[in-house]
């Protein structure tokens, strides 16, 4: 005790008083407590037979009740493959959404660090125009393809032309804004469009589908917090690899992301959990075979009323993961988020 | 001979691709940012600009496609007069004492802010527009809250969306404080709090709307001593409306506290020690260096997190959709849950129009955030 305190003295500026300390320590606690009793009952309530549940609280195993692995059975083995689908689906979407998610962000984050852009305004115009006309083509009941050619020609005929007498332009900053304030879009004001879309593809309820809705939706996480890491690693090691006359890929690859190695933990974590955690596009977009796992737990309700001694489980296999991850990466987290949020 | 040629073709391939290895180098920034910029435009802004169009529409899937019907602003007059504004806005009610000195109390602060910023020195044209917008829709809004809450009508979805997101920011905020300025004394074992507290944020919100239906039985939930003391057994939280909102108010604090925790308290431990030191010696109190030091300095970062937390909140679909389903009737709903009602009974563009409403709240709410707070804040520092 008296060695702990003597180092902490060392450490800290201003001494603590005991009834301060202890004060400290019941609050901090009794949050403690708040976080940690729901999980708690969680899996005790998984332990519990349908019975024990009805009959009123029981607090502790054992002692207030037999715990047995009667319900764990049943999700795995007697339900099997309907929780084991999801649960795959949940890991392959969460997986590859976030996998390709980080490669695209963090590169149009690298580039709006260390590169300049100028994109007048001309252009964007023009751009705009052109959808424009694609959409218009495209309601008046003309085939897709029509519009898009049409649509595309506007653009170009109007890039080589009127716009290249406009001089002024976005920057990097403005490019960087555009792309992070995306994350202000609810994801219910786009979703319609995109079940339309992969309608018409015939890409609803696929993995596809969830994959590429999610990359879009998380981009702008990634530009955000990848762009301030970028922002914090020294110019110089690039500089001097470019002089020697590696190209800005390999310096990327072989320079830039290796240094990034918290930044890029710290996003993966964050994005992953995201994805994993994705309810609303999930539930536009998939019906049965590409159900993810909140989808599975959320319907329990409608299909079976509250089975609680289920859900339980369900919930833990449902959290455990990422919660795993949590753990093990804490220290990335806090170091991730605090730069993005500082400069932000 | 034949060696000698196809040594030839290496080279020549060989120069190819240098050529266009180097044509690549040339064009890497393009490289580096199109494929974002793509997917932003292909599924932000594409289904975003479609999504105005769709509000704008009846729109019914028919065989291999859909059919689009132009109706103008048929879809967003429904919300706000037609036959849905009570599920959008509320139901007015007469107004109470109470209401009225909330509202006139509002309206005075909106006043002098107005006052205060005409007679002060940095005003402009257009600021001053800006202004006298913001103030009007603000008004608005403080009526439509004051006048389906506090009296006997009953709010509607955007209302009870403010509502989620208005308490439950400013009680993660201030718990979130709390914890961080907790934590960050050297106290032993803070990587066990700062773990531990970490926790719900990472947790599925589905799981966190099931874990506080749990909680909130009154019959068979953990908490039964506490509501067999007060005799509240047969209280349902669920069939409540305000007990309903508040269960999932609560999960919302429980799970995003976390996130303002987590970052003020790097935010506080990045803080120069000798600041806090200096204040020290020269006799500060506690109270004193919490007030003039420290909170000045984590302001900027307390800023983000909170317009973060301000845009994230409007999202919120999954707590009300699985914790009450929405209900008591529609008293939980959030606009976004609403948009979600709507696409199933297939009225699609009336759900766009309320995705859309949503959008324009978080918008105006944002950038009033922004204008009016956050970059004072940070100019600051």
């Known amino acids: ?344 | 001979m034949s060696g000698y040629v196809s040594t030839r073709g290496f080279r020549r391939a060989a120069s190819i691709w240098r050529l266009i290895g180097a044509r690549l180098d040339h064009l890497a920034g393009g490289v580096f940012i199109l494929p974002a910029v793509v997917v932003i435009l292909g599924f932000s802004i594409f289904p975003l600009v479609a999504s105005l169009y769709v509000s704008l529409s009846r729109l019914s899937f028919s065989e291999g496609g859909v059919d689009l019907k132009f109706v103008g602003l048929d879809n967003y007059a429904k919300l706000v007069t037609g036959i849905d504004h009570v599920h959008f806005l509320g139901l007015a009610g007469p107004l109470t004492p109470v209401g009225f000195v909330v509202l006139a109390a509002g309206y005075g602060l909106l006043a002098f802010a107005l006052y205060r910023y005409v007679r002060g020195h940095n005003r402009t044209a257009g600021g001053l527009v800006g202004r006298l917008f913001a103030a009007g829709v603000a008004g608005f809004l403080l009526w439509l809250v004051v006048s389906t809450v506090l009296t006997s009508g009953r709010p509607g979805t955007l209302v009870v969306t403010i509502i989620y997101v208005a308490v439950d920011v400013s009680v993660q905020v201030l718990l979130g404080l709390g914890l961080a300025l907790l934590v960050v004394q050297q106290l032993p074992g803070r990587r066990f709090f700062r773990v531990v507290f970490l926790l719900p944020m990472m947790i599925t919100p589905v799981g966190v709307a099931y874990l506080f239906r749990m909680l909130t039985d009154t019959d068979k939930g953990p908490l039964y001593p506490l509501w067999a003391h007060f005799g509240l057994t047969d209280v349902s939280w669920v069939t409540n409306p305000w007990g309903a909102r508040g269960a999932v108010m609560i999960g919302d604090i429980w799970q995003w506290t976390p996130f303002i925790f987590i970052v003020l308290l790097a935010a506080l431990e990045t803080l120069p020690h000798e600041l806090v030191e200096a204040a020290v010696v020269d006799g500060a109190t506690r109270w004193q260096v919490f007030w003039r030091i420290r909170l000045p300095l984590i302001l900027p970062a307390a800023s983000t997190v909170v317009l973060i937390r301000l845009i994230e909140g409007f999202k919120i679909v999954d707590l009300p959709n699985v914790l009450t389903n929405g209900g008591p009737g529609t008293a939980t709903e959030s606009l976004t849950l609403h948009a979600y009602t709507i696409w199933r009974a297939l009225d699609i563009g009336g759900s766009a129009a309320v995705a859309y409403m949503l959008l324009i709240t978080v918008t105006f709410i944002g950038v009033c955030y922004v204008n009016l707070f956050r970059r004072r804040v940070t100019a600051m520092a």
Do not use: C
């Open chain 1, 1 to 344: 005790m008296a060695l702990t305190r003597r180092r902490h003295r060392s450490v800290s500026t201003t001494t603590i008083g005991v009834p301060t300390m202890l004060a400290s320590y019941v609050l901090l606690f009794a949050w403690a407590f708040v976080v940690l009793f729901p999980l708690y009952w969680l899996a005790v309530t998984s332990l519990k037979t349908p019975l024990d549940v009805n009959d009123g609280p029981f607090y502790i195993p054992w002692r207030d009740f037999q715990p047995n692995l009667d319900n764990w059975r049943y999700i795995f083995v007697d339900l099997g493959p309907d929780t084991f689908r999801p649960y795959i689906n949940t890991v392959v979407v969460g997986l590859t959404s976030t996998a390709i998610t980080l490669i695209l962000g963090s590169m149009a984050a690298y580039g709006l660090v260390r590169m300049r852009y100028r994109v007048s305004i001309g252009a964007i115009a023009s751009f705009v125009a052109g959808a424009a006309l694609a959409v218009v083509v495209i309601v008046a009941q003309v085939p897709w393809q029509v519009g898009a050619v049409a649509g595309f020609a506007l653009f170009l005929l109007l890039l080589n032309t009127v716009a290249r007498r406009v001089k002024r332009g976005f920057g990097n900053d403005d490019i960087a804004f555009w792309m992070i304030s995306q994350r202000m879009l609810p994801p219910v004001a786009v979703v319609i469009p995109i079940y339309i879309f992969f309608q018409q593809l015939a890409l609803l309820d696929t993995w596809g589908a969830l994959i590429i809705a999610y990359v879009a939706s998380h981009l702008p996480i990634v530009v955000w917090l990848m762009r301030d890491y970028f922002q914090s690693i020294p110019i110089e090691l690039e500089e001097s690899a470019a002089i020697d006359g590696a190209s800005p890929y390999r310096i990327f690859r072989t320079i830039v992301l290796p240094l990034s190695i918290p930044g890029l933990v710290a996003t993966f974590l964050f994005v992953l959990v995201f994805a994993w955690n994705e309810y609303l596009i999930a539930l536009f977009l998939t019906s049965a075979n590409a159900q993810t796992l909140p989808l599975t737990v959320a319907a329990q309700n409608a299909t079976r009323g509250p089975q609680w001694w289920y859900m339980s489980v369900l919930i833990l296999i449902m959290i455990g993961p990422v919660i795993a991850m949590a753990i093990a990466l804490e220290r990335f987290i806090a170091r991730g988020l605090l730069v993005g949020a500082v400069k932000g």
